[in-house]
């Protein structure tokens, strides 16, 4: 069974920085993009950021562009977001996204994503 865990959230001062992590098992994401979605209540998922399975192209929404950086692990199957100068409207629940098909670079659309993580709180204070 192929799982995803999301962890790292939590509440931050806006300014702040946290460090989401996402580890998947059940099978290999190492020729799989993956990426970062997030969503408030009543609204829809929203992407945040995506990266190529090989690690060299990543995309950005522009509302987290210049602040937030996806990184994939060394083993391929760890995913990470670094978000710094976090703002109030970043709050959301954060999820985590692999492709099924390899060899793709990522994209915005979720549903090229066909594993989700159960999300993680992010919750930035004024």
């Known amino acids: 069974q192929v799982q995803l865990v999301e962890s790292g959230g939590g509440l931050v001062q806006a300014g702040g920085s946290l460090r989401l992590s996402c580890t998947a098992s059940?099978?290999?994401?190492?020729?799989?993009?993956m990426g970062w979605f997030r969503q408030t209540p009543g609204k829809e998922r929203e992407f945040v950021a995506a990266i190529s399975w090989s690690g060299t192209s990543t995309k950005y929404a522009d509302s987290v562009k210049g602040r937030f950086t996806i990184s994939r692990g060394s083993a391929k199957n760890t995913l990470y977001l670094h978000m710094n100068s976090l703002k109030p409207e970043d709050t959301a629940v954060y999820y985590c996204?692999?492709?099924?098909?390899?060899?793709?670079?990522?994209?915005?659309?979720?549903?090229?994503?066909?594993?989700w993580g159960q999300g993680t709180q992010v919750t930035v204070s004024s």
């Open positions: 059940g099978r290999t994401f190492g020729t799989s993009a």
């Open positions: 996204a692999g492709d099924q098909d390899p060899y793709r670079s990522g994209t915005e659309y979720p549903e090229n994503y066909e594993y």
